[in-house]
């Protein structure tokens, strides 16, 4: 796993010869969609192909979608009706389809804004990994944006590594700002539709860590993030999100999170390397014993969070049987 500051004026220039697949899903996003198509438009890095997936838009998103499509050609904008299961579902259907073909990968929400080198910058980390055959994903920290796009502030810059015993409590970066191989790629393929996926960007890291993976996090944003009523996963950067937080982990959410992310991870067991196997077996049972054995199984499972609060909620939750 790696953790990396990316100067892309000190970089060799990306030759543009990879090729990335966007996998935008919609839903009623008239209101802001065209700014994100926009972005899209103006990526310095040229070759890549939109997936669209809508999941039933009532509003002028379809026409939006249609018009873009005349714009930029049917061979390089592709439309699709989505599953109308939830926003990860909608994700994992584009993941799925064997018709979409790239070297990489990049989820894109309907409502952000993304920087003209979102898509360079990622694909540079990418292709210098020393083995393309091993599963990677870069992500990164966003910009936050309100409802009009004024500048509100940053997402949390994380200092740890990122790693399996951090994503089995933890998810590191939003999906917005991911760009996966083909081999991260393949493993989110794996999971069936009937599995509880909680978020589709969580999986990407628990998966690509518990192979042995490649995680490459960027302390530099790549995108404007906006936040605004109908955002469906927030920023997690204020004290009222961390409070949030907490009351998800008092009612038993985070719990319900964990129990759904590890009956997930049994579906490609056999791909997850033999420390992150050792580490679910510590977890699982520090989950189920009671409360002296509890810290001494989560040590051994060597699980953290990112931040001194969030490790302080983590500590909590074992406290109360919350983990």
């Known amino acids: 796993m790696r953790s990396t500051s ?48 809508d ?38 259907s584009l993941i799925r389809n064997p018709d979409i073909r790239a070297d990489y990968f990049a989820f894109c929400d309907q409502d952000d804004i993304w920087f003209a080198d979102k898509l360079r910058r990622a694909v540079i980390r990418l292709d ?55 081999s991260a790629r393949s493993l989110l393929a794996k999971i069936p539709v009937t599995a509880p996926v909680v978020s589709h960007d969580w ?35 204020s004290w009222c999100d961390r409070l949030v937080r907490v009351r998800r982990m008092l009612s038993g959410t985070f719990r319900q999170w964990n129990q759904d992310n590890l009956m997930t991870l049994r579906y490609c067991v056999d791909s997850l390397d033999e420390p992150s196997r050792y580490a679910i077996a510590q977890f699982e049972r520090a989950r189920q014993t009671s409360l002296p054995k509890r810290f001494f199984l989560l040590r051994k499972a060597g699980v953290y969070r990112q931040t001194a609060f969030g490790t302080a909620g983590l500590i909590i939750a074992a406290c109360i049987g919350r983990l």
């Open 55 to 92: 999941d039933g838009s009532t509003d002028s998103t379809l026409d939006i979608l249609a018009r873009f499509q005349n714009q930029h050609g049917a061979n390089q904008v592709h439309l699709f009706a989505g599953p109308r299961k939830g926003f990860a579902q909608n994700f994992l």
């Open 203 to 237: 999986l990407c890291y628990l998966l690509v860590s518990g192979s042995g993976g490649d995680v490459v996090y960027d302390a530099e944003p790549t995108l404007d993030y906006r936040q605004h009523g109908g955002n469906l996963i927030g920023s997690n950067s």
């Open 128 to 182: 210098v990994l020393p083995d393309a055959t091993s599963a990677a994903v870069y992500c990164s920290r966003t910009r936050l944006i309100d409802e009009v796009g004024d500048f509100i502030g940053y997402s949390p810059c994380f200092k740890r590594p990122p790693s399996f015993r951090n994503a089995l409590v933890q998810s590191l970066a939003g999906a917005n700002t991911m760009l996966l191989n083909q």
């Open 6 to 53: 990316v100067n892309i004026e000190t970089e060799p220039g990306a030759d543009q010869a990879s090729r990335v697949a966007i996998l935008l899903t919609t839903y009623n996003g008239e209101k802001y969609l065209q700014q994100q198509l926009d972005s899209i438009a103006g990526q310095t890095y040229r070759n890549w192909t939109l997936y669209a997936s």
